[in-house]
Nanobody
Framework: QVQLVESGGGLVQPGGSLRLSCAAS????????MGWYRQAPGKQRELVAL???????IYADSMKGRFTISRDNGKSTLHLQMNSLKAEDTAVYYC????????WGQGTQVTVSS
């Protein structure tokens, strides 16, 4: 059974930082392209960042320079370091794992507000 469990979300002030984690089980983690997506109220889910099995990374333009995706294959864990957070970063953040099939976590809420 595949499980992706996100953690680390919460309430943070503008300009602050958060580190999200996604613990994966039931998959050959090191073979998967892992990703973070987000969905704000009333908007479509959008890509935040991807990291391939060979550690290549892709970021959405609005996240470049502020967010860093990383993975620990030994611990089957994905991370997203988010710095200089803005109110528009408020969303539910989802972890994804894709190889042949694509799996999703349940999401973690990030709220950026003063």
């Amino acid at each position: 059974q595949v499980q992706l469990v996100e953690s680390g979300g919460g309430l943070v002030q503008p300009g602050g930082s958060l580190r999200l984690s996604c613990a994966a089980s039931g998959i050959g983690f090191s073979f998967y392209t892992m990703g973070w997506y987000r969905q704000a109220p009333g908007k479509q889910r959008e890509l935040v960042a991807l990291i391939s099995s060979s550690m290549d990374t892709i970021y959405a333009d609005s996240m470049k320079g502020r967010f860093t995706i990383s993975r620990d294959n030994g611990k089957s864990t994905l991370h997203l370091q988010m710095n200089s957070l803005k109110a528009e970063d408020t969303a539910v953040y989802y972890c994804s794992a894709e190889y042949v099939h694509k799996y999703w976590g349940q999401g973690t809420q990030v709220t950026v507000s003063s």
